[in-house]
């Protein structure tokens, strides 16, 4: 069940329990109610002002309001805590030793070359090709392609991995990550923004409501105690 339906229903109950007992007793069990329902319910709408916009009550709707600001929040927060340098620089580290045969492997070559075959039946030079038997006659350059590509790609990845420095491929990892964040939060409207806040902390903003109501009863019985005994 709702929290701060719980909190405010027993809020409710002391002051009804308040106005039905005799004067003698119902001062402290209605003080308690009241101002346990007082502080629940103040609680309880400053989190609702958090989320949505209440007419008249200037500053309610704040994650609304400063919908740009929490984008920008959020892309600072990956790309200073999550991913900084020192980071980034250590996974590259860990991930240096990559095995660059087995990338090859996985590479269909025998693709590649059919589709640079399809490339040149396609180009102007499909005509030329046809009075010497058409993609047949290419077919004995398949390896030597083949080889050639493997070796190209071969020389570009240890270059990439083993040759370009720490620094270039954290400046280029942290740009794409950039990029990558800048992306999805554009794609981010004001309502998006809000629900997943709301998804985050809703459950435990619920407890300051539920404490604002105990913290009020708890002032409502001093309260009392204060204006029975003392005054």
């Known amino acids: 069940m709702n929290k701060s339906v719980v909190t405010n229903f027993v809020s409710v109950l002391f002051i009804f329990i308040g106005l039905i007992l005799p004067y003698e007793f119902n001062i402290i069990i209605l003080s308690i109610g009241l101002f346990a ?30 919908f740009n600001e929490i984008k920008l929040g959020i892309k600072n927060l990956a790309i200073e805590e999550l991913f900084t340098d020192e980071k980034i620089e250590q996974f590259l580290i860990n991930n240096k030793n990559i095995d660059i045969d087995s990338l090859l492997i996985k590479i269909d070559f025998d693709k590649v070359f059919e589709g640079l075959l399809d490339s040149i039946e396609t180009s102007k030079l499909g ?3 046809a009075m010497f038997g058409g993609r047949n006659a290419l077919l004995p350059l398949k390896e030597p392609i083949v080889e050639k590509l493997k070796k190209i790609v071969s020389e570009k990845l240890n270059e990439f991995f083993h040759q370009t420095s720490n620094q270039s491929l954290v400046k280029n990892f942290k740009s794409n990550i950039e990029k ?43 309260f009392s105690l204060i204006q029975t005994y003392l005054i």
Request: hydrophobic share 50%; glycine share 10%; proline share 3%.
């Open 180 to 222: 990558a964040l800048d992306s999805k939060l554009s794609e981010l409207k004001p309502e998006d923004i809000k629900t997943i806040v709301e998804k985050m902390i809703r459950e435990h903003l619920d407890w300051l409501i539920v404490w604002g109501g105990v913290f009020g009863g708890f002032f409502g019985l001093i």
């Open 37 to 66: 329902l007082s502080g629940s319910v103040t609680n309880w709408l400053a989190v609702h002002m958090l989320f949505e916009k209440v007419p008249v009550l200037y500053g309610s709707g704040v994650i609304l309001d400063r």
């Open 127 to 129: 005509s030329m090709l």
